[in-house]
Nanobody
Framework: QVHLVESGGGLVQAGGSLRLSCAASGRTFSSYALGWFRQAPGKEREFVAA????????YYADSVKGRFTIFRDNAKNTVYLQMNSLKPEDTAVYYC??????????????????WGQGTQVTVSS
């Protein structure tokens, strides 16, 4: 069982930056692929970024490539999402997710076993 808790959301002006954190419980954190997803009002939840459990490969949605960076610190059982050059369309609730030894299909929500409660990000124009 893994418990995920996101933090770092808030209100920021367009062009600004935020760093989201997701702290995980459990002793096997390094064996989980980790992803960030988001859900805007009236829209379905969508993939944002992911990092594999081994090798460190990362994946990004086209809409955030070059602006967002996902990275993990296995020693701290934490995954981060650094968000730069934020746009109003980035406004959403952001969720982190963990999938046991997932190596393919990291953009798919069904690959993840555990989810956090979400943190709100609001970007004003």
């Amino acid at each position: 069982q893994v418990h995920l808790v996101e933090s770092g959301g808030g209100l920021v002006q367009a062009g600004g930056s935020l760093r989201l954190s997701c702290a995980a419980s459990g002793r096997t954190f390094s064996s989980y692929a980790l992803g960030w997803f988001r859900q805007a009002p009236g829209k379905e939840r969508e993939f944002v970024a992911a990092v594999r459990w081994t090798g460190g490969s990362t994946y990004y949605a086209d809409s955030v490539k070059g602006r967002f960076t996902i990275f993990r610190d296995n020693a701290k059982n934490t995954v981060y999402l650094q968000m730069n050059s934020l746009k109003p369309e980035d406004t959403a609730v952001y969720y982190c997710a963990a999938g046991w030894r997932v190596s393919v299909g990291l953009t798919l929500q069904g690959k993840y076993d555990y989810w956090g409660q979400g943190t709100q990000v609001t970007v004003s124009s």
